[in-house]
């Protein structure tokens, strides 16, 4: 089974300051792994995916994310945040077998003050 | 990419009557849906796995017999909540997975507020 462990609930950060949103999975199989972005009363959107090609992701929003398979890590970061960014981020986890569903982590809610 | 809508966006009801809510792919053909439910400032929680043509798969907790899932074809899906009751007050979030992408990304549609008075 796969599951997915955001850590931290909240995370402040100060406008133009580095974004750093963790995420570590389990998976007992190579997974594909995402970060998805949701503000207030809408849905998700997709910041960026890891599908087993390079480790680097640059996403949407200037996000990028690094698979570490030794530390089981896709942290998300962003090198500058901007008030547009707070928001809640989900990171996510499925594997290459038809008809199986995204798992989600709990969610880190990220802040921004200027 | 590829367009999921939702509808209704927000349906609030009396308690004891059923809502329906539909999930539509727009430009692709999605075999297989998925419904997820969505409490307060929480994660979203897989509730089911909708397949076309076939019964649907439900996790471990959710009441079928409550959340009934029909995907009867390849472009829609729906979940009717029966006999709401309060407690199912939720945002409800249907995704489907485009099968012509390859890059296994579900997509998702807007979401569905439900209130139950």
């Known amino acids: 089974a796969q599951s997915v462990t955001q850590l931290g609930s909240h995370v402040s950060v100060s406008e133009g300051a580095l974004v750093l949103l963790r995420c570590n999975y389990s998976?007992?199989?190579?997974?594909?792994l995402f970060w998805y972005v949701q503000y207030p009363n809408q849905g998700l959107q997709l910041l960026l995916k890891?599908?087993?090609?390079?480790?680097l992701v640059k996403g949407i929003n200037g996000f990028e994310a690094e698979f570490k398979k030794s530390e089981t890590s896709f942290h998300l970061t962003k090198p500058s945040a901007h008030m547009s960014d707070a928001a809640e981020y989900f990171c996510?986890?499925?594997?290459?077998?038809?008809?199986?569903?995204?798992?989600f982590g709990k969610g880190t809610t990220l802040s921004v003050s200027s | 990419g590829a367009v999921v809508s939702q509808h209704p966006s927000r349906v609030i009801c009396k308690s004891g009557t059923s809502v329906k809510i539909e999930c539509r792919s727009l430009?692709?053909?999605?075999?297989?849906m998925f419904w997820y439910r969505q409490f307060p400032k929480q994660s979203l929680m897989l509730m089911a796995t909708?397949?076309?043509?076939?019964?649907?798969?439900?996790e471990q907790g959710v009441e079928k017999d409550k959340f009934l899932i029909n995907h009867a074809s390849l472009t829609l899906s729906t979940l009717t909540v029966t006999s709401a009751h309060p407690e199912d007050s939720s945002f409800y979030i249907c995704?489907?997975?485009?099968?012509?992408?390859?890059?296994?990304?579900?997509?998702f549609g807007p979401g569905t507020r439900l209130t139950v008075l």
């Open positions: 995704s489907a997975r485009d099968p012509s992408g390859g890059a296994l990304e579900q997509f």
């Open positions: 998976s007992s199989v190579p997974p594909y």
């Open positions: 890891y599908t087993s090609a390079a480790t």
């Open positions: 996510a986890v499925n594997i290459n077998q038809a008809g199986t569903a995204l798992i």
């Open positions: 430009d692709f053909q999605a075999t297989t």
């Open positions: 909708s397949n076309e043509g076939s019964k649907a798969t439900y």
